[in-house]
């Protein structure tokens, strides 16, 4: 069992950047960042490899966005630079003990999520 906790989230204005963090029970697995706009299916972000030697981005985040983290410390962080309005959304961290993946359903453990909104 892994318990996972984000925090970070909050209010930035367009072309702004935001850094949000997830606490990990664990170090040893594959993570991921996943978002979930009102009304719309959760989505792929980014995720990583446990150690970090791959990282793997949606094309909408890709250039903007930066996935890594600290095993040491047992987090997952998501810096996201020149957020858009359409950045907005419940972002959520989860961790898979397979290898990491942009299919939801492959993460067996998941957060309670973080809201990020942007204005315009």
């Known amino acids: 069992q892994v318990q996972l906790v984000e925090s970070g989230g909050g209010l930035v204005q367009a072309g702004g950047s935001l850094r949000i963090s997830c606490a990990a029970s664990a170090a040893n697995f594959a993570m991921a960042w996943f978002r979930q706009a009102p009304e719309k299916e959760r989505e792929f972000v980014a995720d990583?490899?446990?150690?970090?030697?791959?990282?793997d981005y949606a094309d909408s985040v890709r250039g903007r966005f930066t996935i890594s983290r600290d095993n040491a410390a047992k987090m997952l962080y998501l810096q996201m630079n020149s957020l858009k309005p359409e950045d907005t959304a419940v972002y959520y961290c989860?961790?898979?003990?397979?290898?990491?993946?942009?299919?939801?359903?492959?993460?067996?453990?998941w957060g309670q999520g973080t809201q990020v909104t942007v204005s315009s």
């Open positions: 989860a961790a898979s003990r397979s290898g990491p993946s942009r299919i939801s359903t492959d993460y067996a453990y």
């Open positions: 990583i490899t446990w150690a970090s030697f791959r990282t």
